[in-house]
């Protein structure tokens, strides 16, 4: 699969950060981008469950692809919301179900640092997206 121009920029910048401190200030980062959701859309039918952070998701279908737009109330998740959301924006439903989630991770050397709980929570968010498609 290839990686859009977002979801590139993104496997670039992380690579160039050398540390965990230079990759936790970017991940903030990336939370902050996350176009924000409005009360009418932060309630429970779009709240996904199996996070132990509260996570919102909407999605969209736009042209051949889905468009996915999140939230979450703790900053680090935000940050994970916003890469999931860059790597799966405008996949098709079975490019999304085909998505190494992990690889993904690894790949922006993040893998180490996801708990399992964390890493269990964005599994959550990706198998509701799978759901919603």
Known sequence: M?????AQQALEAFS???????????LMQWGERLEPLTDEQKVEANRVHGCESTVW???EQR???WHFRAASD???????LA???VRVQGLGSQELRALNL???FEALGLARQLSPSRSNGLNAVLQRMAALT
Not at 2 to 6: F, G, H, K, W
Not at 74 to 80: C, Q
Request: net charge positive; aromatic share 6%; charged share 20%.
């Open 2 to 6: 290839s990686l859009s121009a977002q």
């Open 16 to 26: 160039q950060a050398p540390g965990w401190e230079q990759r936790a200030r970017l």
């Open 57 to 59: 998701l909407v999605v």
């Open 63 to 65: 042209d051949e692809g």
């Open 74 to 80: 703790a900053r680090m998740i935000r940050g994970l």
């Open 83 to 85: 890469l999931l959301l």
């Open 102 to 104: 992990a690889g993904w």
